[in-house]
């Protein structure tokens, strides 16, 4: 595999995602909802506090992971209606290089953008005065990561499978389930039938449940809560990496079989 092919690819989708207003456009909008959060300090009142910080990460983490669903959903299809893919593969490139490569890109772009949103919470927890559970803290970031992941390769396998606008609706759909499984499952398994049962419990292998990756109310919560175990996190992380392979795999049979 020709790694300085494949970084090449990963950093033109950098750079892409880079030149365009999307990204800043949901970190200013993020700046905004942490002014809010920091607002509320003025009236003292600790629980509204906590509740609006931990509805703050979420919201960043939300806003990341539809931009990463969005990217990753236009990168192939948009390479085949403008005939750039046509020059990029005539050279020694293999299409699992040139797909990897995309990837890695997706997965950069979403880590500079929770980046961003991360330094905005930051600030807004240093001028708040509030102490933060490192520990705890960083596996948020670690396990956000992770799904950022899942998502990317999960944008891609869709986007071989229906057209863009499909894909994105699609992911989303699949995001938000995905990260409201527990919740459904709690309060629909009981309520259902023997063979209902069974197909939700067939949806957990198909569709990751990524509510596994939020922590983000253990991270406003760390007072009262300790950090996740090894074993715990090791477990996430082979996981996730299980979702990764298969969408990624799926998406290069797919990527390889269509004809250019």
């Known amino acids: 595999m020709k790694i300085v092919s494949t970084l090449s690819v990963a950093r033109t989708v950098w750079l892409e995602a880079l030149r365009r207003r999307d990204i800043y456009a949901i970190v200013i909008i993020s700046c905004v909802l942490m002014a809010v959060v920091m607002g509320l300090d ?19 983490s939300t806003a990341t992971a539809i931009t990463v669903i969005v990217l990753s959903a236009r990168q192939l299809p948009r390479e085949f209606e403008n005939r750039t893919i046509y020059p990029l593969l005539a050279r020694p490139l293999s299409r699992f290089e040139f797909l990897l490569g995309k990837f890695l890109g997706v997965w950069l772009t979403a880590l500079f953008c929770f980046g961003l949103f991360m330094v905005v919470f930051l600030l807004g927890m240093a001028y708040l005065q509030t102490n933060l559970q490192w520990a705890v ?124």
């Open 42 to 60: 003025f009236f003292h009142l600790e629980g509204l506090n906590k509740f609006y910080r931990e509805f703050a990460l979420k919201f960043m």
């Open 137 to 260: 803290f960083l596996q948020y970031l670690y396990l956000q990561t992770m799904m950022m992941g899942v998502l990317a390769a999960m944008g891609f396998v869709l986007s071989m499978l229906c057209n863009i606008d499909a894909a994105i609706a699609f992911g989303s759909l699949l995001f938000l389930f995905g990260s409201t499984m527990a919740s459904m499952m709690n309060t629909v398994y009981e309520l259902s039938t023997p063979v209902a049962q069974w197909m939700l419990i067939g949806l957990t292998w198909f569709i990751p449940q990524l509510f596994l990756f939020d922590l983000s109310e253990k991270t406003v919560h760390a007072d009262i809560w300790p950090p996740v175990s090894f074993e715990v996190m090791a477990a996430l992380t082979l996981y996730a990496l299980l979702f990764i392979t298969v969408y990624f795999t799926g998406a290069l049979l797919l990527f390889r079989r269509k004809g250019l």
